[in-house]
């Protein structure tokens, strides 16, 4: 059971570099969402999705872009990396059940460090 | 705004009980989270209230009072692979989540 895979797991740019998070879930989950966690603060929400070809802005959407073209991934894109996009990003998925009444947990990946220079 | 706070670290012994408090303010309330997240790895589900009370699940329980915007996990027996981070998240009124900065546990022997 893979559940959510992140990659790369680590990954170190140079300001104004660009890159990819890839993120894929085989639980076939239709909300994905990425998020960033830095020290002393709570996850953010940066972009979710809540089903195939579908995104939302989050809490902090600026500097990046998503894409959902496929079901089971969801990929987050830095066009132009800024030293205030180091962090820890982490990817998750839920599924419908119990939709906004029900606890529609949510199922992380590992996280993808990154460090912009 | 929106606000949760929990203490950012605590300490306890092996065996020993600790309650960990979460106190909230938010645009309405559709469910409470706690989740735990050991060190350099994902946040794993825990527990769920939404509705007011106590929710036991083996050494962990998770109490909820709506009115005061308030809950707690506690955690019994405690073991040393205890020691993570614990987080805490409440849905909105516009099912959003909102995440606290969360809480580490550091457990002594």
């Known amino acids: 059971n893979a559940g959510v895979t992140q990659t790369p797991k680590f990954r170190v740019l140079k300001t104004g570099q660009s890159m990819t998070l890839l993120c894929a879930q085989d639980?076939?989950?239709?909300?994905m969402y990425w998020y960033r966690q830095d020290p002393g603060m709570g996850l953010r929400l940066i972009h979710y999705?809540?089903?195939?070809?579908?995104?939302a802005k989050g809490e902090v959407p600026d500097g990046y872009n998503v894409s959902r073209l496929k079901k089971q991934n969801f990929l987050l894109g830095l066009e132009s990396a800024a030293p205030s996009q180091t962090s820890v990003y982490f990817c998750?998925?839920?599924?419908?059940?119990?939709?906004?009444?029900?606890?529609?947990?949510?199922?992380f990946g590992a996280g993808s460090r990154l460090t912009v220079l | 705004g929106q606000n949760i706070d929990q203490p950012t670290e605590m300490t306890a012994t092996e065996g020993a009980i600790v309650q960990i408090n979460c106190t909230y303010q938010?645009?309405?309330?559709?469910?409470l989270f706690w989740y735990q997240q050991h060190a350099g790895e994902a946040p794993t589900f825990l527990s769920y209230?939404?509705l007011d009370g106590l929710e036991e699940k083996g050494r962990f329980s998770s109490f909820l009072s709506r009115s005061k915007g308030y809950s707690y996990l506690l955690l019994k027996e405690l073991q040393m692979k205890d020691s993570a981070s614990y987080l805490c998240?409440?849905?909105?009124?516009?099912?959003?989540?909102?995440w606290g900065a969360g809480t580490k546990l550091i457990i002594k022997p």
């Open positions: 998750a998925s839920s599924d419908l059940t119990g939709g906004g009444s029900g606890a529609n947990v949510l199922t």
């Open positions: 999705s809540v089903g195939e070809g579908t995104t």
């Open positions: 209230n939404v």
């Open positions: 938010t645009s309405g309330f559709n469910g």
């Open positions: 998240a409440v849905r909105d009124g516009n099912y959003q989540l909102i």
């Open positions: 639980m076939n989950h239709e909300y």
